[in-house]
């Protein structure tokens, strides 16, 4: 079977390519014809070792050619970041209906939604089978009258990084631009870990996005390590090597728990929220309590379980291939 996935893919955000990864390779594992809508084709060709059709241009083509289509994963449904993006991926999904293929959202998180943004979701969802990557996307759809299975991230299908830190590991920043009151905190929270003597370092993982505070670190906390990750598994090693990671962005945090090494999240979006919600435990809010979560960080702790999180990952590929394959 045929299957072409929609999602935020060929832009540089390592965390969708780290999606696009586990849930393309689960795919073929399980002997699908694997094709993605990219903003890059060549560059998502090369990247990931799957077919890619640009996302406007060859849109209809590449959904004739195929025989489904699954939508997902990501923040894909919200229409914070625009109005725009939220009627693409609905527009894409209609579309497919249209021409008769089967469509299937998969790991998704849902909302932030305007009234408006909600009425198009409940309309364009209903009737399709919808698996959300959180309790609360999942509990969102259902006032929306969308009934939705739970799955994880695909993210975390990904394998465990191999690469262990050493003894002068660094606490790794993760910002996201377009977040100064974040970027803030970073740069109180990373002085407070250089006075103490620790390494620290930031990273970068959409270069377009993210560059720019990570300068901004560089500049204000002693010492501080600028790295940037333009690929899923830079981002996993660098991820991997540190004592500990604060992060804004999610898969900063997805990154840390393959990596099994201890995170704190600043949520900048109710996804990270809802992420920190599901390993059982809090986020922290943009304007932290620098003192609290440099103790936090300096105590250590254990990282949070993130095994059935895996699991549900995994379960997640087993609904998907189930629903593809119905009759």
């Known amino acids: 079977m045929r299957v072409l996935l929609s999602g935020y893919y060929g832009f540089g955000n390592v965390g969708d ?27 998502t060709e090369a990247l990931h070792g799957v077919r890619a059709a640009h996302r406007v241009r060859a849109l209809l083509p590449a959904l004739l ?10 923040g894909l449904l919200q229409d914070r970041t625009s109005a725009r993006s939220l009627r693409y991926y609905l527009g894409v999904l209609a579309l497919a209906r249209r021409l008769g293929k089967r469509a299937v959202v998969y790991g998704q ?17 209903r009737g399709l089978p919808v698996a959300v990557r959180d309790e609360a996307s999942r509990e969102l759809l259902y006032t929306l009258g969308v009934p939705a299975a739970l799955t994880a991230d695909a993210a975390l299908l990904l394998p ?4 262990t830190p050493g003894g002068d590991a660094p606490v790794l920043l993760i910002p996201r631009g377009g977040f100064p009151e974040a970027t803030a905190t970073l740069v109180a929270l990373g002085k407070r870990l250089a006075a103490a003597g620790l390494r620290v370092a930031a990273m970068s993982v ?40 604060v992060s804004v962005r999610l898969h900063g945090l997805v990154f840390a728990a393959l990596a099994e090494r201890p995170f704190y999240a600043l949520a900048y979006d109710p996804k990270v929220t809802a992420f920190m919600q599901e390993v059982g435990t809090r986020a922290y809010p943009l304007r932290a309590d620098t003192a609290q979560l440099f103790d936090d960080v300096l105590r250590g702790a254990r990282p949070p379980a993130c095994a059935p999180l895996r699991r549900r990952a995994a379960a997640g590929l087993d609904w998907l291939e189930a629903q593809l394959k119905r009759p």
Do not use: C, M, N, W
């Not at 050619?65 to 990501?74: F, K, M, T």
């Open 160 to 163: 465990r990084p191999r690469v």
């Open 109 to 125: 998180s849902v909302g932030p939604l305007s009234p408006a943004g909600q009425r198009a979701v409940a309309s364009t969802l």
């Open 65 to 74: 050619q195929h025989d489904a289509l699954i939508s997902g994963g990501g």
């Open 17 to 43: 390519e780290a999606i696009l990864s586990g849930l393309s390779a689960g795919l073929k594992a399980r002997g699908f014809e694997v094709t993605a809508l990219s903003g890059a084709p060549r560059a």
């Open 206 to 245: 959409q270069a377009a996005e993210d560059d720019a505070p990570v300068r901004a670190l560089a500049a204000h906390v002693s010492g501080l390590e600028p790295l940037r990750a333009d690929t899923v598994t830079a981002a996993l090693a660098h991820v991997a090597r540190s004592r500990a990671v």
